[in-house]
């Protein structure tokens, strides 16, 4: 099949042919319809998260099933799917507790005695948070699978496997966001216009977005934000705060940047909770006002891809999309072929994309 594999950091992923295995007992081959570019690849690429090449990028895919495994009973060939990084092994203290997005998975993985997944002339191909969806198709464990609704165009149901989870989830989920509240959110990209929609679904009353590019900004008006916050035009802190007469009820950082993640601190009301949303890369950390933070009881928390249990949240966002409460269309901004993979990632750089979208025949 054909792949878009890493093979060093800081450069061009290559289109290659690869191969993959057939589907162990609880394994499915999904047929990759189509995959959302997301930043966290690009931190991969330019070496702030630490995985090593060679390997398959990508995570935010949906697809259709065309082989399972002899143990696998949930999914059938034919079956539309979504993909998510959140594989659960169903057995662990998070999984038990109703947290599997912390699980992390590794007992859905293959064992070192077991070929690998994914290869190239006998040597091994490493795969992506479970997934690798830049590729033709896709070898998971069925704990990182979702069945949706087949009237779905896959094209729009590959941005809830990751952005719209992380976001949407972020508010109403792990924030949970109050009718009548107060939202800002920093950061107009795919997760943040996910972020930003679920305080509207959740009946905020205000909704700042902030961002550089004052295309997002109209976008994310479009989207459901009522103010649009220029952080160009100066201090989006002290902005937040004038607009507001003293600051939001929840602050969402959507980027991954420490001084955003500040930011975000600095634009709450007495009360006020922060939600890291954005992955911050390795090594980059945040410093608490803590005077601040105490007399105004502050909160700081994070949100690891929104909180979810995707079996269930998954299929919810599909009905949002359909009943038109979640908009997913006007967050595409281009449908690109794998070939033009790196394109995608240009695009991201020079801050010209919402969200990618790579389309497979």
């Known amino acids: 099949m054909k792949a878009a594999v890493m093979r060093t950091f800081k450069a061009p992923l290559e289109i290659e042919e690869v191969q993959i295995g057939k589907p162990g007992p609880r394994e499915v081959l999904v047929r990759t319809a189509a ?45 539309p799917v979504i993909g998510c990084l959140s594989a659960f092994c169903g057995n662990c203290e998070f999984c038990a507790t109703g947290r599997p997005n912390l ?69 109403l989920n792990t924030a949970k966001v109050r009718p009548g509240s107060t939202c800002a959110v920093i950061g107009c990209g795919g997760v943040g216009l996910s972020a ?43 902005q937040v705060m004038e607009l507001t007469a003293g600051g939001v009820d929840y602050a969402f950082e959507c980027i991954g940047l420490s001084a955003t993640a500040q930011q975000s601190l600095a634009m709450l009301k007495k009360g006020g909770t922060a939600i890291l949303v954005g992955l911050l890369p390795m090594g980059q950390n945040i410093a608490v006002p803590g005077l601040d933070f105490l007399m105004g009881e502050k909160r700081l928390i994070a949100s690891m891809m929104g909180s979810n249990s995707f079996r269930v949240d998954m299929p919810r966002y599909v009905d949002f999309y359909l009943n038109g409460q979640l908009k997913l269309d006007e967050m595409i901004s281009a449908r690109l072929p794998l070939d033009e993979i790196n394109t995608a990632f240009d695009q991201m750089r020079a801050g010209k994309a919402a969200r990618s979208v790579i389309v497979f025949d």
Do not use: Y
Not at 48 to 76: D, M, N, Q, Y
Not at 138 to 146: F, R
């Open 35 to 79: 995959t959302g570019v997301c930043h966290s690849d690009l931190h991969v690429i330019e070496g702030g998260l630490p995985v090593p090449p060679p390997l398959i990028l990508g995570h935010e895919p949906a697809g259709v099933v065309e082989e399972v495994g002899s143990e696998v009973k949930s999914f059938a060939k034919g079956d």
């Open 196 to 238: 930003l929609q679920g305080c509207r679904i959740a009946g905020a009353s205000r909704i700042l977005a902030i961002d550089t590019e004052p295309w997002k900004l109209d976008l994310a008006k479009r989207l459901g934000a009522t103010d649009g916050v220029n952080a160009s035009d100066g201090d989006p802190a002290a």
């Open 103 to 171: 699980c992390g998975g590794e007992a859905t993985m293959r064992g070192p005695d077991e070929p690998p997944r994914l290869s190239k002339e006998g040597v091994e191909i490493r795969q992506f948070a479970h997934l690798s969806a830049f590729a033709e198709r896709m070898l998971v464990h069925e704990n990182a699978l979702v069945k949706i609704r087949d009237d779905v165009p896959l094209d729009r149901a590959a941005l809830i496997g990751c952005g719209v989870t992380t976001g949407l989830g972020a508010a």
